[in-house]
């Protein structure tokens, strides 16, 4: 009889251990679960944000040919404003003509 009771005692306390572990397997599970839809929000994020920088280097890119062509224009107004001041056709800077407004200077 005592050694039946040491078995049935073995049994319930193998049996709690065999709970406790499925417990164990399961946050495991739950666990990885969580790991694998953060990979994924991850990975969208990553892709989201490459995205967004190529978007980001090509604006940045055209930008700098807007402002190429700026000062390319600027350069060649400035060699004509040269050009007409020498062949005396506009006043120097500081021969402004008297008669514009403050507003138009």
Known sequence: ??????????????????????????????MIENFKNNAQMLKQGKSYYESECLKMTKEKNDLKEHNEALINNLAVLQNQIRSLKIRGAVP????????LTENEV
Do not use: V, Y
């Open 1 to 30: 009889l005592e050694m039946e009771d040491s078995g049935h005692k073995d049994l319930q306390s193998s049996e709690k251990i065999l709970a406790a572990k499925d417990e164990e397997i399961k946050e495991l599970q739950r």
């Open 92 to 99: 120097e800077e500081d021969q402004k003509p008297q008669n």
